[in-house]
């Protein structure tokens, strides 16, 4: 029944080696959104798709990409993670956008990643 | 800049006791607002949300929250605490303008036996 899928639900990777999570649903919703949750912290957005339209955060920095080659699926790249990207990364989806504000967003279980 | 506060970050309460987790919001405009729930490493799940209508909102697990917009609140309850409650809430809105879900810092439930 799981909506929202990610994986892997744990990563480790080395300080510098890229790593790539990746998200997929079965809501056939228009918006998928990938946010940053450190330790004892609340969610923080870092970009999110409208359909193929690209929105970034101001503040998310350039090491982090994303891509989202169809509906179903959305990836998160890091290109070069720092010790300072150690937090669990939380893939959601609504069905519409900003201008139907009272939209839900449903989340996925997350995927936790450690930088060694 | 529009804010969701959550009073106290740690909140514990006795099985069977009332829980009472409080959010406001500040913003001149009256958001759309949610309360969502978060269980160890797992991702965020709605409990309930107000967009327009009545003020009281009935969620799962026997939660419910009112929106007061006199004391720009939206505070989450229930009447007797399980000890499967015991989880991370977020309470969040999002803000015409605001182009995103805003969060509080979260507020951590310990039920007590």
């Known amino acids: 029944d799981a909506m929202v899928i990610q994986n892997p639900r744990y990563q480790v990777t080395q300080f510098g080696k890229p790593v790539t999570l990746s998200c997929s649903q079965t809501?056939?919703?228009?918006?998928m959104y990938w946010y940053q949750q450190k330790s004892s912290q609340a969610p923080k957005l870092l970009f999110h798709?409208?359909?193929?339209?690209?929105?970034n955060e101001a503040d998310t920095p350039d090491n982090f990409q994303s891509r989202r080659p169809n509906t179903s699926f959305c990836f998160l790249d890091i290109r070069s993670p720092g010790l300072g990207d150690t937090a669990m990364y939380l893939c959601?989806?609504?069905?519409?956008?900003?201008?139907?504000?009272?939209?839900?967003?449903?989340f996925g279980p997350g995927t936790r990643l450690l930088v060694l | 800049a529009q804010s969701v506060t959550q009073l106290g970050s740690h909140v514990s309460v006795s099985e069977g006791a009332l829980v009472l987790l409080r959010c406001n919001y500040s913003?001149?405009?009256?958001?759309?607002l949610f309360w969502y729930v978060q269980y160890p490493n797992q991702g965020l799940q709605l409990l309930l949300k107000?967009?327009?209508?009545?003020?009281l909102v009935k969620g799962i697990n026997g939660f419910e929250a009112e929106f007061k917009k006199s004391e720009t609140s939206f505070h989450l309850t229930k009447p007797s605490a399980h000890m499967s409650d015991a989880a991370e809430y977020f309470c969040?809105?999002?803000?015409?303008?605001?182009?995103?879900?805003?969060f509080g810092q979260g507020t951590r439930l310990t039920i007590n036996p």
């Open positions: 809501l056939n919703h228009n918006v």
């Open positions: 969040a809105a999002t803000i015409q303008g605001a182009q995103k879900l805003v």
């Open positions: 959601a989806t609504s069905r519409d956008g900003w201008e139907s504000l009272g939209e839900t967003q449903y």
């Open positions: 798709y409208y359909d193929k339209d690209f929105n």
């Open positions: 913003s001149s405009v009256p958001p759309y």
């Open positions: 107000y967009t327009t209508g009545a003020t």
